[in-house]
């Protein structure tokens, strides 16, 4: 082969590789798991879709080890308390009144009880995430622990949970859309079209569903067209990494 035609088909294989890096990714988590030995639908999804128990339920601990085994990230879906008190939160719930000593104990207790736990995320907890200091022990706990990252459900709009993570270096993300606010396959297609349509403006997106029927539907058929969108379901601690080197890229370039 001659030096020109090497150097063209380098500059080509360089390009293609700059084209596969700049796909837009996501991120999915199925949380609301461990109560049903069906969770384990979940965990056979294709691809790198991350796991979320609810603590202290029947089925978590062997799905956790399950999900670990087959290269699924590892969450703890940790209940906090929501604007609506009637609802029960179930085991390990954390909540407005309690003392930092029994938050930060309860929170210790929910953890050690997910084998593998890589990271948490909040189970309803639409009153108690608009509070700083509840935040501000919850992020304290996670950086004890040391190799944790955290995910805002967003299950209000006046959540403070992600500024706060933010605030003591929790790396951390916020959810972008959730898949099955209602349960049927037409609403599932109509949020997965919106987080591939995200994905593609703002280069990553996070989504967060549930193991409802229509949602694991959907889901085993979608993730399998992914290559044809071109987009990459990437693990949630892989989308933290992207996200915060395309802020770094971005701030270099505003220099």
């Given amino acids: 082969?001659?030096?020109?035609?090497?150097?063209?088909?380098?500059?080509?294989?360089?390009?293609?590789l700059a084209a596969q890096a700049q796909r837009p990714v996501i991120a999915i988590i199925i949380d609301?798991?461990?109560?049903?030995?069906s969770d384990i639908q979940a965990i056979q999804l294709p691809g790198a879709v991350a796991v979320a128990f609810l603590p202290h339920t029947p089925h978590t601990p062997r799905l956790a080890r399950v999900a670990h085994a087959n290269n699924k990230e590892v969450m703890l879906h940790a209940p906090m308390q929501s604007m609506h008190g009637d609802k029960k939160l179930g085991p390990g719930s954390?909540?407005?009144?309690?003392?930092?000593?029994?938050?930060?104990?309860?929170?210790?207790?929910?953890l050690a009880s997910i084998p593998h736990v890589q990271g948490v995320n909040n189970h309803m907890g639409s009153l108690l995430t608009r509070h700083p200091g509840h935040m501000l022990w919850l992020?304290?706990?996670?950086?004890?622990?040391?190799?944790?990252?955290?995910?805002d459900s967003r299950t209000t709009?006046?959540?403070?949970?992600?500024?706060?993570?933010?605030?003591?270096?929790?790396?951390?993300?916020?959810?972008d859309v959730f898949l099955d606010a209602e349960d049927s396959a037409a609403f599932v297609e109509k949020q997965f079209d919106r987080l591939l349509k995200i994905a593609r403006i703002h280069g990553y997106a996070l989504a967060i569903g549930h193991p409802y029927p229509a949602t694991m539907k959907i889901l085993k058929k979608r993730l399998q067209q992914l290559e044809s969108e071109q987009v990459d379901l990437v693990p949630?601690?892989?989308?933290?990494?992207?996200?915060?080197?395309?802020?770094?890229?971005?701030?270099?370039?505003s220099r």
Avoid at 139 to 151: A, K, P
Avoid at 157 to 175: I, W
Avoid at 236 to 253: D, E, F, H, I, N
């Fill in 236 to 253: 949630v601690s892989t989308l933290l990494k992207y996200r915060q080197g395309k802020a770094t890229w971005q701030v270099s370039l």
């Fill in 32 to 37: 609301d798991l461990g109560n049903r030995s």
């Fill in 157 to 175: 709009k006046h959540s403070v949970a992600r500024m706060v993570a933010n605030e003591n270096q929790v790396p951390s993300l916020t959810r």
């Fill in 1 to 16: 082969m001659s030096s020109a035609r090497i150097i063209l088909f380098g500059f080509l294989l360089f390009w293609q």
């Fill in 139 to 151: 992020m304290q706990e996670i950086n004890r622990h040391g190799d944790l990252f955290f995910v």
């Fill in 94 to 110: 954390l909540t407005l009144d309690m003392t930092e000593s029994e938050f930060v104990k309860t929170l210790q207790e929910d």
